[in-house]
Structures are given as C-alpha cells and as structure tokens.
C-alpha cells in the first residue's frame, strides 16, 4: 500500500514539473518572439516613408501574440503548481487560439513580401521626384535612407538624372549619394541603387516574421496536446488518489465500530442463576 502510495505521489509530481517545465519554456519563446518583433517594428519605423501602413500589422500581430503568450505561460504554471486540470484545460485551448492568430501572422508577412518589390520602387521614386520641390520631409526621407544603407538613387545613381538640375559639365547629385565627402564640389556618387537593399531588408524581416511565427505555431500545438494528457493524467492521479483515501476511510470505519444494542436492559432474573459448570454456544471455547 505504501509503495502504491509512493509510486502515485511520484508520477502527480512528474505531471506537475512537466507543465511547469513547458510553461517556462513557452515564457522563454514567447520573449524571444517578442524581442524580435520590436526590432523589426522598429527597422520599418527607420523607413517608414517607403513602406505602407500594413506592412506593420505582421510585426506588431506578433508582439500582441508574445505577450499573450506570456501571460499564458504564467497561467500554466500557477496551474501545474495548484494541480487544477480546469486551469491546465483553458492553457491547451489558450494554446490553440494563440496558434490561429499566428498562423494568420505567418501567411500574412508571406503574402506581403510578395509586395514589397512594386511598392518600395514606387516610393522611392516619388520621394525622389519631391525632393528639390519639397524640401522638408521628402528630402530628410531619402538623405536618410541613402545615407543609412549607403546607396544612390533606386537602381543606381543614374536615376537622379531626370530629377535634379546639371550643367554641361557637371550633376548636382545630394550629398548623401557620395562615397565620400565632395572635394572641390565634386561628388563620387556610391555604386548601388537604394532598391535592392531596402527591398531585401524588408523581405527578410517579413521572412523572420513567417518563419519565427510558425516554428512555435507548431511547438504550441505540442504543447497544447501535452496539456491535454496531462490534465488527463492529473485528473486520473486524482481520482485514484480519492479512491484510495475512501477504501482506508472504510477499512478504518470497519475496525474501530464497536457494536452496542442500545436496547439492553440488564440481565434476567433465570439467565443469572445459570450453572456455571454447563456449556452455552455464547461461552468461550477452552482448547
């Protein structure tokens, strides 16, 4: 009985430190997730004039989900830790709602990266026609841009031909398109167009965003089924538990009842003048 005993008490605990031990994981994915999405909010907010406003719904979709995913993780360790299969049973459905919503990230960062070639061009291009007539935004968007991922232009430096002044003998180019500072009001503008580059950073943040969301989509959906068998296994652990505790409840119960006719008067008058030399089936045996 005590082995039983032993043996039950090990696999409840076993159950116990298993979720704890996914939780804690979850917590440790989740700020993972978390701290790669702010970084990527934060690279497109750095170019935010050449990108559309829902371009940032994947990244912070996926900051919502690190957080959610936190708050669940602490979930599923004050419910491993109080051993309540109710509290474990809404983790794995938490689990499961937190899976659409990132599979819903992951194909919308894959749907967007299919348009980011058109609209990052597009973008530049039109910074690049406002730039000497609309000095403020438009210029610091592009001295930025080119000055950040050091290039020219969209595909090369040839593209400010058609948009800032030149005389016979020398272009104007901005200041941030050179290699190196003028000497002598002469620029060597840089080789590489703005396009590619802006172009590849945004893919590859969309392509991080995808990749990160369905690795721990489907890490969640093990998770989600661990939870389920074991809320199962707690609950059997329980049962088995109570169980037992009843049967020695009842075995307890059986030993220390003494019976007692509470209708006993007294003997009567003829059974105390009985022979004590004569044997009655109430009297003890003598071996």
């Not at 602490?74 to 919503?101: D, Q, R």
């Not at 595909?155 to 180019?173: G, H, I, K, R």
């Not at 009567?268 to 003890?284: F, I, Q």
Request: aromatic fraction near 10%; proline fraction near 5%; include cysteine.
């Amino acid at each position: 009985m005590a082995a039983e005993r032993y043996e039950l008490n090990m696999s409840m605990k076993c159950v116990k430190y298993m979720i704890f031990t996914i939780s804690v994981t979850f917590a440790v994915v989740a700020a993972m997730l978390l701290s790669m999405a702010v970084a990527i909010g934060n690279l497109f907010d750095d170019f935010r004039s050449f990108i559309d406003s829902h371009f940032y719904v994947p990244p912070n979709l996926l900051i919502a989900i690190g957080v959610i995913l936190l708050v669940i993780a602490l979930f599923g360790c004050v419910g491993a830790l109080k051993e309540s299969t109710a509290m474990i049973n809404v983790y794995a459905i938490l689990l499961l709602i937190v899976f659409v919503l990132q599979v819903s990230a992951a194909i919308a960062a894959f749907v967007m990266r299919g348009q980011v070639s058109n609209m990052v061009r597009q973008k530049i291009f039109d910074s690049m026609a406002e730039y000497q007539e609309n000095p403020g935004s438009y210029r610091n968007s592009i001295d930025m841009l080119q000055n950040t991922l050091e290039c020219c232009g969209v595909d090369s430096y040839t593209d400010w031909d058609q948009f800032l002044p030149s005389n016979s003998t020398m272009m104007e180019y901005p200041e941030t398109c050179c290699a190196e500072p003028p000497m002598g009001g002469e620029c060597m503008p840089r080789a590489y167009g703005c396009y590619s580059r802006l172009s590849w950073l945004i893919s590859q943040g969309s392509i991080l965003i995808a990749t990160g969301a369905v690795a721990v989509a489907f890490v969640q959906i093990l998770g989600s089924v661990c939870a389920f068998m074991l809320a199962r296994a707690i609950r059997r652990t329980k049962t088995l538990r109570a169980t037992r505790r009843w049967h020695l409840q009842q075995s307890l119960g059986i030993m220390t009842k003494t019976p007692v006719d509470p209708m006993y008067t007294g003997m009567e008058k003829s059974e105390a003048n009985v022979d004590p030399d004569k044997y009655l089936p109430t009297s003890p045996s003598v071996n």
